[in-house]
């Protein structure tokens, strides 16, 4: 069954999606910003890629992103959150 999900809401929150920012778009710029930073984040960087894999798998297209065009359907605030409850989780083992 697919999802009744409005024109323009994130397909996972089911809010308005207000900052259209694909998860590659954000990957790239939290890569870029730690590159940098000038300090070893081997470590970082590498959960970055592995967390922003989970979010090709989303694909009820509700807008484009902003940076790069590409079509994408969540809200920024849910793969921020995913990388915070990840970390979390990462930091408590």
């Known amino acids: 069954m697919i999802p009744q999900i409005n024109e323009g809401n994130c397909e996972v929150c089911e809010e308005i999606i207000t900052q259209p920012v694909c998860h590659e778009c954000l990957e790239r710029e939290m890569i870029e910003w ?5 300090e070893n984040k081997a470590d970082l960087i590498s959960f970055i890629k592995q967390t922003t894999i989970s979010f090709a798998a989303y694909d009820y297209i509700q807008t ?3 940076i790069c065009g590409k079509k994408m359907g969540y809200a920024l605030i849910v793969i921020v959150k995913k990388y915070l409850i990840i970390s979390a989780k990462n930091t408590r083992s």
Do not use: D
Not at 34 to 38: D, S, T, V, Y
């Open 64 to 66: 484009k992103c902003v």
């Open 34 to 38: 730690l590159i940098h930073k000038k």
